[in-house]
C-alpha cells in the first residue's frame, strides 16, 4: 500500500517542473486550489474531481477549441495545464477572466513532464524512496546479466553517483574499477578501522568504503572494498549511499555464483584428466582427445605435464598446508596467463600445463619464494593425447630421483634423465613393477631389509648417514645390506648391481604411488587457466564433438571473465 496522495499546489507543480513551464494570469485563487491526479482532456470529457489536473495538449481542431472555451466558461473552478498552445490560442480561450488555475508548457511533449513531476510531488517522501531503491535494485540486478557483472555493476554505479567505484583486495589491488582516485590516501583511512562501513574524507575527495566478504569460507580473514568517491563537498547523499550498499551486495552475490559454477566447471575438468591419466600408455582415444580440446588444451602447441609433491622431508605435512603449496604454482599460472588443467592424487598434484618445459623452468625460478618446498618433475614432450600418461610416470620418475638424492636441483625434466633412467621411462611403468618384483621378491616379505635398501640410496650409499636416518648401528645396516647381497646373489659396489637395485625399487614406489586413489570429491579439483576466463570454456555435447586425436585448433581462453 502506497497510502493517500497528497494535494499539490500548481505552483508548486511549476516550480517542480522548471523552465518549460510557467503560470498564466488568470482571477484564480491559487491558494485553495490544489490537485493530486491528472488528466489528459478532449472532446468527450464531461466533468472531473477538482483535485484533478487537466492536462489539455495544443490542437488546430476548431471543433475541439470551441468545445474546450465552452467548458472553461461553464465548469466550476479547476487546474488546468495547456502543453504546446500559443500565446494567440490562450486569448481566444478568454482564460484571463476566468476563476481557473492555468498553466502554460511549451511543448506538446512537456505534457509527460506534467505527469512525472505530479506523480513525484503527491506522493509521501516514504513512498518515493522506495520507488526509487526499487528502480535501482533493479537496474543493478540487471548487470548481472552483463558478461563482465562486476565491472558493468560499477559502470552503472558510476553513472549513477557520478563518482569513481573501485573494487580494492585485501592486499590493496585493483580488482575492478570504473574511475581513479588517490587509493593509497584512501587505503591509510580505511585499514585505521574494522568498521564493515566507513565515510572516508581525503584531500577534498569525500567517499564511503564498504567491506565485501569473501565468497569463499575458508577466505574470510581477506576482506575485499568496494569504494567509492567523488569531489563534491555533499558526496555521498542517501540516494548515494543506498546504491553503493545495493552494489555490494550484488557483487558478493555474483562471486558467490562465480565460486559455485567455478567449481563445478573444476570438478569436470579434474574428472576428464583423471580419464586420461588412467589410460594405457599410447592408446587412441579421440572421445577423450575432443573433450581435452574442449577445455582448451591444444595438442599442437607446447605441452607439458608437471607433478609437484611436498618431498619425503614434509610427508607429514597436513593436506591443507600441501594445498596451499599447490595454489601456489596455480596462482602463478594464472599470473603468467597460462593454461592449464590440475588435480590432486595423495600427496602429489598434477598439472597438464600448455607451455615449454624453458617457460615453466621461468615460472618457478620467479616464483620460487612462494613455492617453498615444493619439488617438481616435468615428464617427456607431449604431442597426443596417448602421451599423458607416459608423461605422468616420467614426472614420477622425476620425483623420485630427486626425494633419492640423486638431483641437485628441486625440479628435473624428462631431458634431464640419464640414460638407465630413459630407458626404464620408455619400457613403461606397468612392465618395469611386473620386472622389479621378480627381481627383489626375496625382500618383499623383509620391510627391514627393503627399508635399509631404499635409505641406503637415499643418502648416496653411504653407510653412516643411512644408519643414523634409520636410528640403527651402521654394523647393524651392514649386516641388512650384506643379507640383500645374499638373497639377491649380487654385490652393491658393482654399478650395475646399483642400477638394477634402484630402478626396481624406484619402480615398485612409483606403482603404489601412481595407483593410491584420490581422497574423494574435495580431491578432484580441475583448473582451466588463464584466469577466470576459464568459466568461460565449456565441455560441448556429444553432437558437437569431434573425434580426432590431435587438435588443430582451440581458441585461447579469455583472459578474463570477473565476478
Request: some cysteine; charged content about 20%.
Amino acid at each position: 500500500m502506497e497510502g493517500p496522495q497528497r494535494l499539490v499546489s500548481l505552483p508548486a507543480l511549476a516550480l517542480a517542473i522548471g523552465s518549460p513551464a510557467r503560470m498564466v494570469a488568470t482571477e484564480a485563487d491559487l491558494d485553495v486550489i490544489t490537485v493530486r491526479t491528472a488528466a489528459l482532456w478532449h472532446k468527450g470529457t464531461v466533468s472531473l474531481g477538482r483535485d484533478t489536473l487537466i492536462v489539455v495538449p495544443a490542437t488546430i481542431d476548431r471543433v475541439a477549441v470551441r468545445a474546450l472555451r465552452t467548458q472553461l466558461h461553464a465548469s466550476p473552478t479547476h487546474a488546468w495545464a495547456f502543453c504546446g498552445w500559443s500565446e494567440e490560442a490562450l486569448v481566444e480561450l478568454q482564460l484571463e477572466s476566468s476563476s481557473h488555475a492555468a498553466m502554460q508548457l511549451a511543448r506538446i511533449e512537456d505534457a509527460a513532464e506534467v505527469f512525472t513531476a505530479l506523480s513525484q510531488l503527491s506522493l509521501s517522501p516514504s513512498v518515493n524512496e522506495l520507488r526509487r531503491l526499487t528502480a535501482l535494485q533493479r537496474s543493478f540486478s540487471q548487470a548481472l546479466e552483463h558478461e563482465d557483472a562486476i565491472d558493468e555493476l560499477l559502470r552503472r554505479l558510476q553513472k549513477v553517483s557520478n563518482a569513481a567505484c573501485l573494487v580494492v583486495d585485501h592486499l590493496g589491488r585493483v580488482r575492478e574499477s570504473a574511475g581513479s582516485l588517490p587509493l593509497s590516501l584512501f587505503l591509510e583511512q580505511i585499514r585505521k578501522t574494522e568498521a564493515a562501513t566507513q565515510h572516508v574524507s581525503v584531500e577534498g575527495w569525500q567517499g564511503q568504503a564498504i567491506r565485501l566478504k569473501s565468497a569463499d569460507a575458508s577466505q574470510q580473514e581477506k576482506t575485499d572494498w568496494l569504494i567509492v568517491a567523488a569531489r563534491r563537498r555533499e558526496f555521498p547523499t542517501s540516494q548515494d549511499s543506498a546504491a553503493a550498499h545495493i552494489v555490494a551486495s550484488l557483487i558478493e552475490a555474483a562471486r558467490r555464483i562465480q565460486l559455485s559454477t567455478k567449481k563445478q566447471e573444476n570438478a569436470i575438468r579434474a574428472s576428464i584428466f583423471d580419464e586420461v591419466l588412467a589410460l594405457t600408455p599410447k592408446p587412441d582415444s579421440p572421445e577423450l582427445a575432443s573433450r581435452m580440446s574442449a577445455l582448451g588444451i591444444d595438442f599442437n602447441a607446447p605441452l607439458r605435464l608437471v607433478v609437484a609433491s611436498v618431498g619425503l622431508q614434509q610427508i607429514t605435512t597436513s593436506r591443507s598446508s600441501a594445498q596451499q603449496l599447490w595454489q601456489a604454482l596455480k596462482n602463478a599460472l594464472l599470473a603468467s596467463d597460462t593454461p592449464f588443467l590440475s588435480t590432486e592424487r595423495e600427496a602429489t598434484a598434477v598439472y597438464l600445463i600448455q607451455a615449454s618445459v624453458d617457460t615453466i623452468t621461468r615460472i618457478q625460478r620467479i616464483n620460487k619464494s612462494a613455492l617453498g618446498t615444493l619439488l617438481f618433475g616435468v615428464g617427456r614432450e607431449i604431442n597426443t593425447i596417448g602421451d599423458i600418461p607416459s608423461a605422468h610416470a616420467d614426472a614420477l620418475i622425476a620425483i623420485r630421483t630427486i626425494q633419492s638424492g640423486r638431483h641437485d636441483d628441486s625440479s628435473m625434466s624428462y631431458e634431464q634423465f640419464d640414460f638407465a633412467t630413459r630407458v626404464f621411462a620408455s619400457v613403461g611403468l606397468e612392465q618395469m613393477a611386473h620386472t622389479s618384483r621378480s627381481f627383489l621378491e626375496p625382500l618383499l616379505q623383509r620391510e627391514p631389509m627393503l627399508q635399509a635398501l631404499r635409505r641406503y640410496f637415499e643418502h648416496d650409499q653411504n653407510t653412516n648417514a643411512t644408519a643414523d636416518s634409520l636410528g640403527i648401528h651402521h654394523n647393524t645396516l651392514r649386516y641388512r645390506l650384506a643379507k640383500v647381497e645374499e638373497l639377491l646373489d649380487l654385490k652393491l659396489n658393482d654399478p650395475a648391481a646399483i642400477a638394477s637395485l634402484f630402478l626396481a625399487t624406484t619402480a615398485l614406489d612409483l606403482v603404489d604411488l601412481q595407483t593410491t586413489p584420490a581422497h574423494g570429491e574435495h580431491d578432484n579439483r580441475g583448473t582451466l587457466g588463464a584466469d577466470e576466463g576459464a568459466s568461460k570454456v565449456g565441455v560441448p555435447s556429444a553432437s558437437t564433438r569431434h573425434a580426432s586425436s590431435r587438435v588443430t585448433s582451440v581458441t585461447q581462453p579469455p583472459k578474463s571473465m570477473r565476478y
